[in-house]
């Protein structure tokens, strides 16, 4: 009976994603219900409504939470407010990993909120690992077209069988296609959901030069509107599966339309500022799921080391976050 519920209501949310992704028709779920505090003692707080939480990071510690079942492909979402004023070297973190039960090779679809020093913008990175390729690393990085310290706005990754796509605010903004040539490079190992802050010091900011100044703190994330939906699987069967049915509408729904992708490329013109598609000097050769656009690697083909981090081993080996679960989180 669990499990026709779970998959009636996949079904559900892929019906309402074919038809253009209308979010607000989606069910939002009660923090309780769908996530675990991970860590960071009394640095989260739930609100009252069970629906919004508050991450910190302060002297002590970061915090973050992780969801309570882990999915095979999906849909994944949360309306998200940054930290305001001076926040260089925190580091917001929304993702999909399996790092804890695949410590030599994970897989990983990150959404990470790089801050910055006052009167710069935050800027966001996005980046996937399969089968624990952290030597090669896929990130991108953007600007945004708004302020997003003064509301929420909402981040959403959608991963399916040959496709993952990342939303803000329901545009695409980035599609990887999952080629013959990537292989095991593609994420494709059932992962859980967790969100995070944490001290990014030594890369998140110029490379290390601005770090986390806590004369600033406590630095605050706040989480609403949370949508969790996907295969939930049982992590101790050998070969886990979803039904033929919804890998199917996961695959139509990763179909974006031309709408979508008109919206998608004006995006990436505005406003991407680095592509490891043009990276000619972590790469020597182009990795083969890369199409080349020629007006982004004249615009991209400036590149200094020194302002870009990318995503620092600790990370995906867990050290600035622990699966020890914590019981008796606040409410404001």
């Known amino acids: 009976m669990e499990f026709l519920t779970r998959f009636l209501g996949f079904m559900s949310l892929f019906t309402s994603l ?35 939480v508050r991450l910190t990071l302060d002297e002590r510690t970061g915090s973050g939470f992780v969801s309570n079942d882990i999915y095979l492909h999906g849909f994944f979402s949360s309306s998200i407010k940054l930290p305001a004023d001076y926040s260089a070297g925190v580091v917001i973190a929304f993702y999909l990993s399996n790092g804890d039960m695949y410590e030599k090779n994970h897989d990983e679809i990150d959404f990470e909120f790089l801050g910055n020093i006052r009167g710069k913008e935050w800027r966001i990175q996005t980046n ?6 952290t030597h090669l690393g896929r990130e991108e990085r953007y600007n945004l077209w708004f302020d997003p310290t003064e509301d929420f706005h909402q981040y959403s990754i959608l991963w399916s069988p040959s496709h993952i796509i990342f939303f803000v605010d329901n545009v695409p903004i980035r599609e990887v296609k999952r080629t ?23 890369w998140a900011t110029n490379g290390g030069k601005y ?27 050998k070969s886990p599966s979803c039904e033929d049915r919804a ?3 996961l695959r139509v729904a990763s179909e974006i339309t031309e709408t979508q992708r008109s919206k998608m490329e004006s995006f990436r013109r505005k406003h991407m500022t680095y592509s490891y598609c043009y990276d000619h000097m972590r790469y020597k050769v182009v990795l083969s799921e890369c199409v080349v656009n020629p007006g982004e690697a004249q ?27 914590i019981a008796g989180t606040q409410s404001i």
């Open 299 to 325: 615009r991209l083909r400036v590149y200094d080391p020194v302002t870009f981090g990318g995503i620092p081993h600790s990370h995906h080996h867990g050290k600035h976050r622990s699966k020890i679960r």
């Open 247 to 249: 890998v199917e509408d």
């Open 128 to 133: 996937i690992y399969g089968n624990g390729s």
């Open 180 to 202: 013959a040539s990537m292989g095991g490079d593609f994420p494709a190992k059932p992962m859980s959901l967790y969100a995070t802050i944490w001290d990014g010091s030594k």
């Open 211 to 237: 770090g986390v100044n806590y004369k600033y703190a406590p630095y605050v994330a706040q989480f609403t509107d949370m949508i969790l939906h996907g295969c939930a699987i049982d992590p101790t069967e």
């Open 18 to 52: 074919v038809s253009g992704f209308t979010l607000q028709n989606l069910p939002l779920i009660q923090f309780d219900e769908g996530y675990t505090q991970l860590f960071g003692d009394q640095n989260l707080i739930v609100h009252r409504d069970g629906k919004s």
